[in-house]
């Protein structure tokens, strides 16, 4: 199976900025394992932001874009060299690639992406994939990572999209506000009446809401891709997920 999961700056990073040690290293852990089963694993990783502005000691999140793009360089170093030692413990090599909208909207940009994302899994190395923003700004960016996950996966013929966050999925209602809120556990076809549960952002320090979410589940649902948004601090749920058992909110995907 080639399964694509994405984590969101709010479970590799405490609020704080600073890298959620316990969360990250089970994730590799987890992901290594399943790699280890066979499956190919190719990870969308928020988080370079976020952590930039724990490296550079800033009190919040920059507001404009050269603040921003500053802690992203920063903050890129300090995400792959983190995934780069943790996964080498599990004898997996990581490749980088970072995108931006331009490379997606682009046929030969795109085709180029593809050909590099499929002979890195040929040789078995596990693609760890995030927006560029370091040179990314709003007329070339993708937007948020939820959105360049379900791209990569519709990219690379995925068959399962796995968007860690830090909710246990789609729920009746917002589960912070609302106590009888119910979670809906699977998703055959996203009609307005499921649009209109997405809320608006998500952390202070990520990009993403379920809004994004719904976006991103319209767009590998289409593309025959099934997607499950599950918590992102258990990533151990993978293994369920990937069993196909009842874990967070799944969307069927649009089989042809």
């Known amino acids: 199976m080639r399964i694509v999961v994405k984590v969101g700056t709010s479970t590799l990073a405490h609020p704080t900025g600073l890298l959620n040690i316990r969360h990250v290293e089970k994730l590799v852990e987890v992901l290594s394992d399943l790699k280890n089963a066979g499956h ?7 988080g370079a932001i976020g952590m ?3 490296k550079l000691s800033l009190k919040e999140r920059p507001a404009d874009m050269p603040g921003k793009q500053a802690a992203a360089a920063v903050g890129q170093c300090e995400l792959m060299y983190t995934y780069d030692k943790l996964f080498s413990g599990y004898n997996h090599t990581v490749a980088q690639i970072l995108l931006t909208g331009v490379d997606i909207d682009h046929d030969d940009r795109r085709q180029n992406f593809q050909n590099t994302l499929f002979r890195l899994l040929e040789l078995g190395a596990l693609p760890v994939i995030n ?3 370091t040179v990314a700004t709003e007329e070339i960016a993708v937007g948020d990572n939820d959105t360049l996950a379900a791209v990569v996966a519709c990219c690379a013929k995925a068959d399962l999209l796995v968007l860690l966050s830090d909710i246990e999925g789609l729920y009746t209602a917002d589960p912070h506000r609302h106590k009888d809120a119910m ?4 998703v055959t076809d996203i009609t307005p009446e499921i649009e209109a549960l997405a809320g608006g952002k998500g952390s202070t320090l990520g990009t993403g809401g379920m809004e994004t979410k719904l976006h991103a589940a319209r767009l590998a649902t289409a593309a025959g891709v ?4 599950a918590n992102g601090a258990k990533p151990e749920l993978l293994y369920d997920v990937v069993a196909g058992l009842p874990v967070g909110t799944r969307f069927s995907g ?3």
């Open 40 to 46: 190919e694993v190719i990870l969308v990783s928020s």
């Open 52 to 54: 930039g502005v724990g």
């Open 131 to 133: 927006e560029n923003d």
């Open 183 to 186: 979670l809906i556990p699977l």
């Open 226 to 229: 099934d997607m499950v948004i």
């Open 254 to 256: 649009h089989k042809a």
